[in-house]
C-alpha cells in the first residue's frame, strides 16, 4: 500500500491517478475533503482508504507501507496563523519522516519554489545546510517548508538516521486539471479561463519594476504531467535521494501564458493590466526558474513540456471540456 497525503488535493490527485494508471489498486489517501468538491478530485480514482489528517498518526500504527508521498500542507502563500502552518506544514513532516526512518518506508515530500524568497540567493538546489541557511523565504508558507528543509538537511549532515529511500521536491509554478478547489490559489489560467472563452477581457498586473513591462513578471510554469513523472520516477528510482528543484528551467511571463491559452482557443488576446495591490508589492517575486542539473544528473531524463504545448493540452482535453476532472 502507498500513502499520498493532500491525495485529494492539485498535485496529489493526480499522483493518485498516475499511481492507478500504473496498476497500484491499493493507495490510501490522507486529506480533508471540506465542503468544495473537493471529492471529485478522487472521483474516478481506486482507493483502499481515505484517513483524516487528525487520524493519520494513529492509523500508520503497525501499518506496512511500500511508501508515503507526503503533498499534504496549507499552501497558501497568503495564509497568516503561523501556529496552524507549522503544526501542518512542520510537525507533521517531521513526525512522517521519524516514522518513515523507523518503519524503513520511502518518503517523498513536497517542499516549494518559496523557500527561495525573491531570488537574490538564485534558485540552486543545493542541498546542504549551509546553502539552505542563505535562503529567505518571504511568506509563512514558504518558511514553514524552508523549516522542514533545513530539518532534513541537518539529519543528513550529522548522519543520522533517515528513510531508505527519501527525496523533497522544490516545485515551482505547477498548473494543470484538478486545481479548481483551490480559490485564489488556482493558477491565474484557470482562473481566468472563462473570462477568456466568453471573449471578456481579463487582467494582469501591471509591473512596479523598472526594466520590467506589464505582464512581463515570469515564473517557472510547469505542467501537473510533468510533475508526476518525476515523483513516479522517484517511487521506482530507490537509489535516488536528496533535494531537487522540479521545474522547466525555463521562466516564461504571465502574458506568454495567457497568449497560449488564446492560441489553443484560437482567438485574440484580449488583456488588460492593472496595479497590482499594495499590500504585495514588496514581498511579489518577479521571476522564478528552476536550476534543474541535481535532478539531471541523478538521472532523471523525462523532460518538460513546453508551455504552449502544455497549455494547449490543458485547455482542450480539460478546461474546454463539460468535465474537467482527471
Known amino acids: 500500500m502507498l500513502l499520498v497525503t493532500g491525495g485529494a488535493g492539485f498535485i496529489g ?33 481506486q482507493l483502499s482508504d481515505v484517513v483524516p489528517p487528525a487520524e493519520l498518526m494513529e492509523w500508520l500504527k503497525g501499518r506496512k507501507l511500500d511508501g508515503i508521498v507526503h503533498l499534504g500542507a496549507i ?29 524503513g518506508v520511502p518518503f517523498i515530500y513536497a ?3 518559496a523557500t527561495y524568497g525573491d531570488g537574490h540567493q538564485g534558485f540552486g538546489d543545493d542541498p546542504s545546510l549551509a546553502a539552505l541557511k542563505q535562503l529567505r523565504p518571504m511568506n509563512l508558507y514558504g518558511w514553514s517548508k524552508h523549516l522542514f528543509d533545513m530539518a ?10 533517515m528513510p531508505p529511500h527519501w527525496a523533497g521536491l522544490k516545485f515551482f509554478n505547477v498548473f494543470g486539471p484538478n486545481e479548481y478547489h483551490k480559490g485564489a490559489m488556482m493558477s491565474v489560467l484557470t482562473r481566468r479561463f472563462d473570462d477568456i472563452r466568453a471573449g471578456n477581457p481579463i ?9 520590467i513591462a506589464d505582464g512581463d513578471q515570469r515564473r517557472d510554469f510547469i ?38 491559452a488564446y492560441a489553443a482557443l484560437g482567438t485574440r488576446p484580449n488583456i488588460e493590466y492593472i496595479d ?16 534543474g542539473e541535481r535532478l539531471r544528473g541523478a538521472g532523471y531524463n523525462g523532460g518538460f513540456t513546453a508551455l504552449e504545448d502544455a497549455v494547449g493540452v490543458y485547455v482542450k482535453d480539460f478546461l474546454d471540456q463539460p468535465d474537467r476532472y482527471r
Open 223 to 260: 505542467y501537473i504531467d510533468d510533475v508526476v513523472r518525476v515523483i513516479m520516477w522517484l517511487l521506482a528510482t530507490p537509489s535516488v535521494n536528496g533535494i531537487f528543484n522540479v521545474g522547466t528551467g525555463v521562466a516564461r511571463s504571465f502574458r506568454d501564458l495567457m497568449h497560449a
Open 203 to 211: 487582467q494582469l498586473f501591471k509591473s512596479h519594476r523598472d526594466g
Open 152 to 161: 532534513v538537511a541537518a539529519r543528513v549532515a550529522k548522519r543520522q538516521a
Open 276 to 291: 497590482m495591490p499594495v499590500q504585495i508589492r514588496d514581498s511579489y517575486q518577479y521571476f522564478t526558474q528552476a536550476e
Open 111 to 113: 517542499s516549494s519554489a
Open 75 to 103: 499552501s497558501e502563500t497568503t495564509a497568516t496563523d503561523g501556529d496552524l502552518v507549522v503544526e501542518t506544514n512542520f510537525r507533521l513532516s517531521m513526525r512522517l519522516l521519524d516514522w518513515c526512518t523507523v518503519n
Open 13 to 45: 490527485s493526480n499522483v493518485v491517478a498516475a499511481l492507478n494508471d500504473a496498476g497500484h489498486a491499493d493507495v490510501a489517501v490522507c486529506d480533508f475533503l471540506g465542503h468544495d468538491g473537493k471529492w471529485r478530485n478522487l472521483a474516478k480514482r
